[in-house]
């Protein structure tokens, strides 16, 4: 089985642990190899934190620079931050509402132009899907699903040797109450970057 | 039911590493478990801290690592089948228990968990703990993958048994933090009443008993050593004259690259997962099959020099390479394109260069440190004590916890930290040599955990500085575990004792012991200010829960804020006290009221008195 690595990039409190953790369910529920691994010992204080996801035979559960065949970005500028994990064929899935970090706020960065931002990444890598998943979060009836919409569009595109029937399988068993609104956030991410 | 005590034999489940760990300890029978948390380990204390909730499982949360080690190593010698874990650098608190226990022994199983942290996610150092092994004469087990570190508890805790001897159990963060599907195995029936057996003159250690311990230990490092060559667990695979030797997680990405390079059929690999003592006799077989050899291990050259002085005593002479400018470094973590370009390098393999983009024309992006969350206290205390030694030369010394992060500006408050407890002792130290006032910091946890001796010695050398005890009640850094100053109610648990911090600083015999509440900041910058003035040793304890503690177990919090018309755009608020509940939208300050924990701390400092409860909004 040909190996397809994963990277979700995103600021602590986005639900990125619960995504990877549901891929990974939906991977047991599908007999489909997986190994993942995660760096999140500051997530709770604002910092980043990193996924790395790899689907079939490979034992490696870490993805080296210019490994990754798909990226996932739940807030834009640390999607580009992690373009370094990217080749000249990786799909490149981000949200585009900014959590700036603090030090914006006082004034020891500045934060990237969306345009450009966009424009970086579609030249240097395969495919971009772009979209604002926080508002597409929020029309389906919970901010905190960006997640789910984003996995949404992660499954849209055929890359990992997932169904989305097994991935919304995984929602359910994992989300419990919120597995409605979370079910209505993948759907709507899906149809999204059916349309990007 | 935890899902951990899951009894289904042969059913497939999603673990993190860690859980893996706890779960193969489980299947192992482990009884007792005490602990001292620290990342990377920290969940596998946390599972055993709820399953000990809902089952005869005895667990702790002990003082700190070495407290620990013995509180295990008295279960292990009345028989029954214990662990204690720890992060890396807590061998070193609990190495002097370590370190005679292994003259000692013990009769039931003890496993000691070492979790070592290559690239120092979140460590002080990334010291080599396999060294222990060597140092103490204990043997290390150290597992590839997540299966495996489940699957190598059973067999870690019988090989304990085997030699009598605690065994060191070596993980890295990648196995702790990374997920894989595992494979159950059977539950054994826990033990958990063990019976003591008098024997004076084998388990206390004066020196004629330890000559005499001495002898033994040495005997059981070379019964390991046999068990070493035979282990399931030290084996070779592969056929070609190309050799490689291997361990640990550098295990598979040395599998992904033979594959990669399609160097299958000319290379011979040798995992080693039992590594302390090596399997002298499988190497030297190994070695007479190789025309060259590679070493691929993360951190020291640990197994390169073993492996070296074996080929000397075969008279060998292939060349045998791991650490070196042009190999492996010892810095920091391996990964899989690493370990593939330096095989492919050392056994001048094709190489298919790397794909990664050119990130040429990508602009400097802003940086993303870890913050002190919203409303929390510490930043109430710094700000507090920044304004109170205003004027004053100032040497902050720092500890280990949540509030380390308060040296990054613009708080700016820590300049020294080397480990657990520094703070104190170091203060003594800068007090007697340098003219500058010193404050030093050290939450609760840590202050029970190693802060106490450090006291000890400032009160009876009659040392001049001032102590801030940051109580935010609870073990925040680490997931909001218990120490011995936390109100176990909150966990619904009772039959705990309590200690109070003020109590014991007081009976240390501090003359100057204030307590704040540090979000009334004008009281709190007079009461430092006193603390400041005494010659002495003087102590500030700084009492607020933790905010996201308070939260989790839904406490009552503040109302939250908002910058009404009347700012002039200051920003004393953004510029000293960088909470990250502050933004910027169209050059002017916004409280975001979701993250805003309603502490009031701007709105005190504010000078136009322009930041006001949301509720008050009209």
Not at chain 1, 81 to 96: D, E, F, M, Q
Not at chain 2, 456 to 472: C, E, G, M, P, S
Not at chain 2, 520 to 534: Q, V
């Amino acid at each position: 089985m040909k190996t397809t690595r994963l990277i979700i990039v995103a600021v602590g409190g986005q639900g990125n642990l619960l995504a990877s953790r549901i891929l990974g369910e939906a991977s047991l529920l599908s007999g489909i190899p997986i190994r993942m691994s995660e760096i999140h010992g500051m997530a709770q204080r604002g910092g980043v934190v990193e996924s790395a996801l790899v689907f079939g035979e490979a034992e490696s559960t870490i993805i080296s620079d210019g490994e990754a065949d798909v990226l996932v970005g739940f807030e834009p500028s640390e999607t580009l931050r992690a373009l370094n994990k990217c080749n000249s064929g990786t799909t490149v899935i981000t949200n585009l509402s900014p959590l700036p970090p603090f030090t914006v706020a006082i004034g020891k960065g500045v934060y990237p132009d969306l345009g450009l931002l966009q424009e970086l990444i579609r030249e240097k890598t395969k495919r971009l899907i772009a979209f604002d998943a926080t508002a597409l979060a929020k029309e389906a009836g919970n901010v905190m699903s960006v997640n789910m919409v984003l996995l949404g569009a992660l499954l849209q595109t055929d890359i990992l040797p997932l169904s989305a029937d097994n991935v919304k399988e995984a929602i359910k068993v994992r989300t419990g109450k919120f597995a409605e609104s979370n079910i209505r956030a993948f759907e709507l991410g899906f149809s999204s970057a059916k349309l990007s | 039911m935890h899902k951990l005590l899951t009894d289904t034999p042969g059913n497939k489940m999603l673990l993190l590493g860690s859980e893996a760990i706890a779960r193969g300890a489980v299947e192992a029978g482990l009884a007792f478990a005490a602990t001292y948390p620290g990342t990377p380990s920290s969940e596998i204390s946390l599972n055993f801290f709820q399953i000990s909730q809902e089952s005869d499982l005895y667990f702790e949360y002990s003082t700190n690592e070495k407290v620990a080690l013995e509180v295990a190593a008295a279960a292990a010698n009345s028989g029954v089948r214990s662990m204690c874990i720890m992060k890396h650098v807590g061998l070193n608190v609990a190495a002097d228990a370590l370190m005679t226990l292994a003259y000692v022994g013990v009769k039931g199983g003890l496993v000691i968990i070492t979790a070592d942290d290559p690239f120092m996610f979140s460590s002080q150092n990334e010291q080599d703990n396999r060294y222990y092994g060597k140092l103490s004469g204990l043997p290390v087990i150290e597992p590839s993958s997540v299966q495996e570190a489940k699957e190598m508890m059973p067999y870690a805790f019988d090989l304990s048994e085997e030699l009598q001897e605690p065994v060191l159990f070596r993980t890295t963060t990648r196995i702790n933090h990374s997920t894989a599907i595992v494979e159950l195995g059977k539950i054994r029936k826990r033990v958990t009443k063990g019976s003591f057996k008098k024997d004076p003159f084998n388990y206390v250690t004066v020196p004629a008993v330890s000559r005499k311990l001495h002898v033994k230990l040495l005997k059981n490092i070379e019964k390991a050593s046999n068990i070493s060559d035979n282990s399931i667990y030290n084996f070779t695979e592969g056929k070609g004259d190309f050799g490689i030797i291997c361990n640990g997680v550098s295990y598979i990405y040395v599998s992904d690259a033979v594959k990669d390079l399609n160097l299958e059929d000319k290379t011979r690999i040798l995992r080693v997962g039992f590594s302390h003592p090596m399997p002298a006799k499988l190497i030297k077989t190994f070695l007479k099959e190789c025309k060259k050899v590679l070493v691929v291990e993360e951190g020291e050259p640990y197994m390169e020099e073993a492996v070296k002085a074996f080929a000397q005593e075969e008279g060998l002479t292939m060349p045998i390479r791991g650490k070196g400018e042009d190999l492996f470094s010892r810095l920091y973590e391996f990964d899989p394109a690493m370990v593939r370009k330096c095989i492919a390098k050392f056994f001048d393999a094709a190489f298919p260069a790397p794909k990664t983009v050119d990130l040429s024309g990508i602009p400097e992006l802003p940086q993303r440190p870890p913050n002190l969350c919203a409303g929390c206290s510490h930043r109430a205390t710094f700000y507090a004590v920044k304004k109170a030694a205003e004027g004053l030369e100032t040497i902050y010394p720092t500890d280990i916890g949540c509030y380390t992060l308060g040296f990054l500006p613009p708080l700016g408050m820590g300049d020294f930290l080397i480990c657990m407890g520094s703070s104190v002792g170091t203060s003594c130290g800068f007090s007697k040599v340098t003219d500058n006032k010193v404050i030093s910091f050290i939450g609760d946890s840590t202050f029970f955990h190693s802060g106490i001796p450090g006291l000890v010695n400032a009160v009876f050398n009659n040392h001049n500085f001032t102590l801030v005890i940051l109580d935010n009640g609870t073990t925040a850094m680490t997931g909001h575990q218990p120490n011995p100053g936390v109100d176990m109610s909150n966990f619904n648990l009772s039959g705990y004792g309590r200690i109070i911090i003020e109590d014991v600083v007081k009976a240390l015999g501090v003359q100057h012991i204030t307590v704040i509440r540090p979000y009334r900041i004008k009281k709190s910058i007079e009461a430092i200010k006193e603390a400041l003035n005494f010659k002495g040793v003087s102590v500030v304890i700084a009492k607020e829960m933790c905010t996201l503690y308070s939260k989790s177990l839904k406490k009552p919090t503040g109302k939250p804020f908002y910058i009404s018309e009347k700012c002039k755009n200051h920003r004393n608020c953004v510029n000293d006290l960088a909470c990250p509940a502050f933004s910027l939208k169209d050059n002017r300050v916004h409280i975001d009221p979701v993250m805003c924990s309603g502490c009031s701390v701007c709105a005190q400092i504010c000078p136009e008195n322009a930041i006001l409860p949301l509720k008050d909004k009209k």
